[in-house]
C-alpha cells in the first residue's frame, strides 16, 4: 500500500489522485476495514508496528472527508487511540502514534468527524489524560496529553470545577517548575595514570581520543533531544494555560486564586513568564513560539487588570520588546516565505503587535 501513494496526517489525505482513488476503494470494502480493525484490536498477541501502520491508514480515512469511513467505525478508533495512549504496558512508539494520529482527528474534527463521537468518550478519560501531565510521565506523552486536552476544549465545554481544582493548578505548578537546562559539557579526557617517564604510545592515544569523541557524539546528541522534548513540553502546558484563560473557561478571579496557590509568591508567575522569555530570545522557531506564548498569556492578564502592577514593575513588556527586536527578521522571513500554515502558528500573531498591545495597556 505504501508504494501505492505517499500518506500524511498534516494533509488529511493521499497526496495524490491514485493515492485518493485507493483510499476510496479501502474505505468501500468493509473486509478491508474490517481486517484494519482486526489488527488494531489485536492487542498484545499482534505486532505493534502492524498495529501503527493499521491506525495510520484508519486515521487517514478518517480525516479524508470524501472517504465513505462509518461513524462507528470513526468513533472505535478514536476509543482505541485513547486506551492505547494512556496504556502504560504499551510500546513507546506505538503510544506516541496513538496519541499523535489522534490529535490529527482532533484537530480537523470539525470538518470530517462528528462531534457527538468525541463527546461520547470525553468524559471518562479527561481526568486520565490530565493525569499524563504528571512529572513522572515522559516529555512526550506530557505533551501530547496537554496537546489533546486543549483540543478537547474546542469540542467541549469543560468542567471548571476540574479545571480550576485539577488541571490548572497542575499545568501552573509544571510551567513553574520547568527549567532550561544549559548543553552539557564535553567530558574531559582523564589524566593518564603512568609516570612521567613512561612515553605515550601515539596510536593508544588516537584510539582513546576516537572513543572520546564517539561518546561525546552520542551524550551530546541525547542532550539535544531531551532539550527539544522539554521545549515541546513547555510550549504545550503554555498554550493550553493561554487557551484556559482566553477562552474563559474559568473566570479571571478563580486564575488568579489558583496562581495564589500554586505560586504564593509575590508576582512570582510573571517573573517566571519574563525568565522564559529570556531564555528563548535565541531566534529559533520553536522558541519563537514560546515566547509568543508568554507575551499572549501576559496581555490577556492585563486586559483581566490581573497582574497589571507585577508586570509593570517587573519589566515584563522591556523583556518582551527586547525579544521582539531579536526574533524579528525570523518572523519576517517565516511570514513572507508561507511557512506557517502548519497547526503550530509561529509568524503570526507578530510579536512587535504583541509588545504594542501591552505597551498600550501598561501605559
Known sequence: MARCSKWSLQSGAPEWTGGRRLAHEISYSE????????????????????????????????????????????????NKQLQIFLDEGKEEDLRVTAGK??????????????????MRIYNPIVD???EM???????????????ILENFFALHTMDKNHVKNTLLPKVRAEVLTSKKKPPSEAPERQASKGSGDIEENPLQDDEENQRLEHKVHINSSEQNEKQAAMLELKEALLSLTLVIFDKLIISAEDFD??????????????????TIVE??????????RIVKLCGQIAVTMMRG????????????????????????????????????GGAKKTATPLLSDLVKEAEALVA
Not at 110 to 117: A, E, F, G, K, Q
Not at 257 to 274: H, I, S, T, Y
Not at 310 to 337: G, P, Y
Open 31 to 78: 473486509q478491508a476495514v474490517s481486517n484494519l480493525e482486526r489488527i488494531l484490536d489485536q492487542g498484545n498477541t499482534g505486532s505493534h508496528q502492524l498495529q501503527m501502520r493499521a491506525m495510520e491508514i484508519l486515521a487517514e480515512l478518517a480525516l479524508d472527508s470524501s472517504a465513505n469511513l462509518a461513524t462507528e467505525t470513526k468513533e472505535n478508533l478514536i
Open 305 to 340: 487588570s490581573q497582574y497589571f502592577a507585577h508586570l509593570k514593575d517587573q519589566k515584563f513588556v522591556e523583556t518582551l520588546s527586547k525579544a521582539s527586536r531579536i526574533t524579528c527578521n525570523l518572523e519576517s522571513c517565516m511570514l513572507f516565505a508561507g511557512t506557517d
Open 133 to 147: 501531565l504528571d512529572a513522572k510521565n515522559k516529555a512526550i506523552y506530557r505533551t501530547i496529553a496537554a496537546e
Open 101 to 118: 494520529t489522534l490529535l490529527a482527528l482532533l484537530s480537523k474534527t470539525t470538518r470530517t468527524i462528528s462531534v457527538v463521537c468525541i
Open 279 to 288: 531564555e528563548n530570545s535565541d531566534g529559533t522557531a520553536n522558541s519563537l
Open 257 to 274: 486564586e489558583v496562581a495564589q496557590k500554586v505560586a504564593p509568591g509575590e508576582g512570582e508567575f510573571v517573573a517566571k513568564l519574563k
Open 128 to 130: 486520565q489524560v490530565t
